[in-house]
């Protein structure tokens, strides 16, 4: 049974939650895409529902699939949020961002009454921080923003390598806001609230991909007896 095998699974079972009315948050990445495929199949088959995509990417894939889109601005409240993941760990706290998205992804996760998160069970962790942490910077003071940021993971015991994304053509990576993203690869955060804290002190610091508390449900996907088994 493959990934994506498991993606699909994960984001059938997170489409049967979709009922008629309903004001969609619509995550991103490739879990969160395959969910908009086939949440597209049900609009076509006269579900009613409103989307707020977290994403121009997923924007884009919304559109395809004619489901009808909205703002926060017109909806600001939010039933339902599907999205996905790059680490869950057992208090259903995750990291976010892998696809640079996090800053739209966490907005629109707090304007939802309900967000449930899909992946595959391999994004399950004991710690958060083996995923490399995406924090999302003003591009103006990167420097200096990039020492406060050295300074608040050393405050909150965490030491690694913070890396300024790329992207394919070695440009810095620019996310839909218009700002920067280092990746910060910390192996293990031991106390991701107080790294929380710690990150948003920091002028320049947009957002970071610690969402804590914003998770109220999580379908994993893994591999049992060549069948996908959901927990
Ligand atoms: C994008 C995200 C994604 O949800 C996360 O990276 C998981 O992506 P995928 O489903 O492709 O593994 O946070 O910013």
Do not use: Y
């Amino acid at each position: 049974m493959s990934g994506p095998d498991l993606r699909q699974a994960a984001a059938a079972r997170a489409v049967a939650l979709v009922q008629d009315g309903m004001r969609l948050g619509l995550g991103t990445g490739s879990t969160a895409n395959v969910f908009v495929t086939l949440l597209g199949a049900r609009v076509r088959d006269g579900l009613d529902v409103v989307g707020v995509p977290t994403s121009e990417a997923t924007r884009v894939a919304a559109e395809r699939e004619g489901i009808r889109l909205a703002t926060l601005e017109e909806l600001p409240e939010l039933d339902l949020t599907i999205d996905g993941a790059d680490e869950i760990d057992p208090e259903m706290r995750l990291i976010k961002g892998g696809g640079g998205a996090l800053l739209r992804e966490k907005i629109v996760a707090h304007a939802s009454r309900r967000m449930v998160v899909i992946a595959d069970a391999a994004k399950r962790v004991g710690t958060l921080g083996a995923f490399p942490l995406p924090i999302e910077v003003n591009a103006f003071g990167l420097g200096a923003t990039r020492r406060g940021v050295e300074a608040a993971l050393a405050a909150c015991g965490c030491s690694g390598e913070l890396a300024l994304r790329k992207a394919g053509d070695g440009a810095p990576f620019t996310t839909d806001g218009g700002h920067f993203i280092l990746d910060a690869r910390l192996g293990r955060i031991p106390d991701p609230e107080a790294l929380c804290a710690a990150l948003w002190a920091v002028p320049g610091v947009v957002e970071h991909g610690l969402f804590l508390g914003l998770a109220t449900g999580a379908i994993l996907a893994e591999a049992r007896d060549g069948e996908a088994a959901l927990s």
